[in-house]
Nanobody
Framework: QVQLVESGGGLVQAGGSLRLSCAASGNFFRIGVMGWYRQAPGKQRELVGFITDGCLPCYTDAAKGRFTVSREYTKNMVFLQMNSLKPEATDIYYC??????????????WGQGTQVPVYS
């Protein structure tokens, strides 16, 4: 089994920055891809970005230039650096991962999510 735990969420002012962390634990050999999804109130969960061991980090058009995904392989962790946050309703960010080869769309395990309230 694999478990993902997010941390770092909390109140942040519009235009500010926040860094989210996700740690993987449990019984597994390796994780091929890790990424982040976002879900706004009343909206569907959408991909923010992801990173693999063989490619550069990838982002959606909305995230490019503002968000950065990085990975610390020795600790099985992935991070999401968010800059220039917009004054939107509270969104929930979810960590996602898949073991072995594959794409982020083949996510096998999800974190519980962490809230990021942005105020103006």
């Amino acid at each position: 089994q694999v478990q993902l735990v997010e941390s770092g969420g909390g109140l942040v002012q519009a235009g500010g920055s926040l860094r989210l962390s996700c740690a993987a634990s449990g019984n597994f050999f390796r994780i091929g891809v890790m990424g982040w999804y976002r879900q706004a109130p009343g909206k569907q969960r959408e991909l923010v970005g992801f990173i693999t061991d063989g490619c550069l980090p990838c982002y959606t058009d909305a995230a490019k230039g503002r968000f950065t995904v990085s990975r610390e392989y020795t600790k099985n962790m992935v991070f999401l650096q968010m800059n220039s946050l917009k004054p939107e309703a509270t969104d929930i960010y979810y960590c996602a991962a898949k073991t072995g080869a594959g794409s982020i769309e083949e996510t096998e395990v999800w974190g519980q999510g962490t809230q990021v309230p942005v105020y103006s």
